[in-house]
């Protein structure tokens, strides 16, 4: 017995060691639903490129279009991209919950606010808050499998009481909170000109040292409906526009050869949320 629990103990350290010397590397799409275009970027970034990860935007007009695709794609890892605010010009969105239910979210139209500066000054209540979260997880749960949480635009720190509150709830579901599960980040490529994305993202992998790291994009297509989006604080982003040329380009550095030449060269272990501890 003593030789047999020492041979499991023996192979449980070197398992570890492996996995501290190796470079995993999860890539999170975010705003799946936003757009029409998302659904086409998503599925070809998974499909043909190197995205792991999905954050379903449940506010968003394409969500029961996201989850048909997500069903067609089980192998995507899907969190909850919890939102608060829906920051395009002339392209509104509404919370899960009725208006009424969640007045300090939105404003006297029943929209979502278009920039967290808005939001914060109408100082949103922290119940009305954890019932429109747990509305859009609910929501997403009856779709799909939901196996890890993030933030739409504001951060769980834009606001007193918002990281206690998140915390709260992913005990509760039992889901981890990208971000906070020891990653190390990889600075996306989101606000770099479009002509300089993919050269840009070559050189972060090619630094990549062993560890876990989370590499943050935003998936979508060169057409009309995503170069009409205007964000409602361009200068929070990026001049020139709308964001079609940008996402797009996005979605073409996680489908080049390039990229995935450097991933298969360095040995980087593609991976998700599902493959690490649940949170309880």
């Not at 007009?61 to 997500?70: D, I, K, Q, Y």
């Not at 939901?146 to 933030?151: G, H, I, T």
């Not at 943050?216 to 020139?240: C, R, Y």
């Amino acid at each position: 017995m003593g030789i047999k629990y020492f041979l499991i103990f023996f192979l449980a350290v070197m398992a570890a060691s492996a996995e501290a010397g190796e470079i995993r590397l999860i890539v999170r799409g975010d705003d799946l639903g936003m757009t029409q275009g998302s659904l086409v970027a998503f599925e070809r970034a998974f499909r043909e490129g190197v995205l792991t990860c999905a954050s379903l935007l449940v506010c968003g007009p394409w969500f029961e279009g996201a989850t048909g695709l997500l069903k067609n794609n089980p192998g995507l890892c899907v969190g909850v991209h919890l939102s608060l605010v829906g920051e395009w010009r002339g392209y509104r969105w509404r919370p899960v919950l009725p208006w009424d239910k969640v007045a300090s979210l939105v404003d006297e139209d029943g929209f979502l606010f278009r920039h967290p500066e808005e939001l914060l000054a109408r100082k949103p209540k922290l119940e009305e808050v954890e019932a429109e979260w747990r509305a859009q997880i609910g929501l997403a749960k009856k779709r799909v499998k939901v196996e890890y949480l993030d933030a739409h635009y504001m951060g769980f720190s834009a606001y007193p009481g918002i990281e206690d509150l998140i915390r709260k709830i992913s005990r509760g579901h039992g889901l981890p909170v990208s971000g906070w599960m020891g990653e190390k980040r990889v600075p996306g490529v989101y606000k770099v000109p479009v002509e300089e994305k993919r050269r840009k993202a070559e050189a972060m992998l090619e630094g990549l040292s062993p560890g876990l790291w989370l590499w943050v994009n935003h998936p979508g297509i060169d057409s009309p409906e995503q170069n009409a989006l205007i964000h409602s604080k361009p200068e929070d982003v990026f001049t020139g526009g709308g964001v079609g040329k940008h996402r797009a380009e996005e979605t073409n550095v996680l489908t080049s050869a390039e990229i995935k030449k450097i991933i298969e060269r360095k040995g980087i272990r593609l991976t998700g949320y599902r493959d690490l501890p649940s949170i309880r």
